[in-house]
């Protein structure tokens, strides 16, 4: 394979412009610049990418950090995330934390050994203390999705969980329901009481009183929708329309429904 100074020998300049030139760190005469793309091109020379980062401190890499990968939710972002990356000329590092702290921890150290250029976060609150940990993600360019850091200069991107759940419920008491339900999240998640709580006002100003044992808790995966719901199912009175906190769950009640005989929406 050709290196910089053969590049630099065939199109007849110092290996200082060749760099220059990859880099763009300095201005080059357009005629200089073409004669060095020529050489390149004609000694089929690839620029190590390790070298330029340490010339002008980029990677062209962006880390992200999942809590989970097969939730369809989560797939759906680190499907949009990788194709912009690969469509600006970037880099995506996956970190599945699978939702442990040390994991976290691991995949965070690493990437910064990697130098990547940025961060994208999207895992609970529960690793709150894994990034508290890190005095470096001052100086980094972060951005936290779905959730919220209490103490980080980051930017972030989040749902507004109570007005989703004061919307559901609404579309619910349009339809003429007054027995409604609700299979939240793990109250240690800000988004599900969040949620919960934006089914409580609209049915407080709907005039009608929460039933509690219609309010069933799950942990925002599929089997505790399906367990939720059968706990509802078994109640001597049960609802008649549902507000599940989020897809999966939703998933596992109608399967739930569908097993018990129940056909949705019907």
Not at 130 to 139: G, H
Not at 194 to 205: D, L, S
Request: hydrophobic share 40%.
């Amino acid at each position: 394979m050709a290196n910089i100074k053969e590049v630099a020998a065939l199109a007849g300049v110092s290996t200082t412009t060749v760099s220059h030139v990859i880099n763009e760190t300095r201005f080059v005469a357009e005629e200089t610049r073409e004669r060095v793309f020529s050489a390149m091109r004609d000694l089929n020379y690839a620029p190590s990418l390790v070298a330029r980062s340490l010339k002008v401190k980029e990677t062209n890499s962006i880390g992200m950090l999942v809590t989970t990968s097969s939730n369809p939710f989560f797939a759906e972002v680190v499907r949009g995330v990788e194709r912009y990356c690969f469509e600006q000329g970037y880099n995506l590092m996956l970190g599945n934390t699978e939702g442990q702290a040390e994991t976290a921890l691991s995949y965070l150290k690493m990437m910064l050994r990697k130098r990547v250029d940025g961060l994208l976060i999207m895992c609970s609150e529960g690793q709150q203390e894994v990034f508290n940990q890190l005095d470096w993600l001052k100086s980094l360019p972060v951005v936290v999705m779905d959730w919220g850091m209490e103490s980080a200069d980051v930017d972030l991107i989040a749902d507004n969980s109570h007005r989703g759940g004061y919307l559901a419920t609404r579309h619910l008491l349009g339809l003429g329901h007054t027995a409604i339900g609700c299979i939240t999240g793990p109250h240690s998640r800000a988004p599900a009481n969040q949620r919960q709580a934006g089914f409580e006002q609209a049915m407080q100003e709907a005039g009608l009183t929460v039933n509690p044992q219609w309010v069933q808790e799950g942990d925002f995966d599929c089997a505790s929708g399906h367990q939720a719901m059968t706990r509802l199912l078994a109640l001597p009175e049960r609802p008649t329309a549902l507000f599940v906190c989020n897809d999966m769950m939703a998933m596992g009640a109608i399967s739930a429904a569908h097993q018990a005989g129940l056909v949705i929406p019907r």
